[in-house]
């Protein structure tokens, strides 16, 4: 039986067919751009929000901070690889936050940071961190706020798998 799997150098033609990039982001369910990388995840669809869907570029170098703040308003976010520079960052609509192992890094980028992530509203139910690295960056000096790695208070219940907490001028965790 001939190899069915659709190859990348195959064209797709005819009126009413999709173009070949087009089939192979539907197959994968992320958009990507023309040299394979994913681009931001924004359909209904995703399981997860991606912090490029709002801005957030990831080089270690620009602040991403309000794009992480407009991502941390969804449930379910999946940081992919790269350094995210941003502190503060509530996990108030948080209920699961999930990394790519030690290349997915949040690093604070400001010395008013009380926490890089953290929560201290109401009650809420149920939080997810899983394979995530937190940079509380305290080579930037003295902190003027707390500079804690994770703060997190007033969750029912918390599960943590494979979270680093590195550099924390205040507590880790």
Do not use: C
């Amino acid at each position: 039986m001939a190899d069915q799997r659709i190859q990348y150098n195959e064209q797709l033609v005819g009126a009413g067919h999709p173009a070949k990039a087009d089939t192979i982001n539907r197959l994968a369910l992320v958009e990507h751009n023309t040299d394979g990388t994913h681009k931001a995840l924004t359909k209904v669809t995703d399981p997860y929000r991606d912090p490029r869907a709002d801005g957030a570029v990831g080089d270690g170098v620009t602040s991403d901070k309000t794009a992480l703040d407009t991502t941390f308003t969804h449930s379910v976010i999946q940081i992919p690889e790269g350094t995210w520079m941003g502190y503060d960052l509530s996990l108030s609509a948080i209920n699961k936050i999930s990394g790519l192992g030690q290349g997915s890094i949040i690093k604070a980028n400001n010395l008013a940071a009380n926490y890089v992530i953290g929560y201290s509203g109401a009650t809420k139910n149920k939080l997810v961190i899983h394979d995530l690295v937190v940079d509380g960056n305290k080579s930037l000096g003295v902190f003027t706020g707390a500079g804690h790695g994770v703060d997190i208070r007033n969750f029912d219940e918390v599960y943590i798998d494979r979270l680093e907490v590195i550099n924390a001028a205040g507590h880790g965790v």
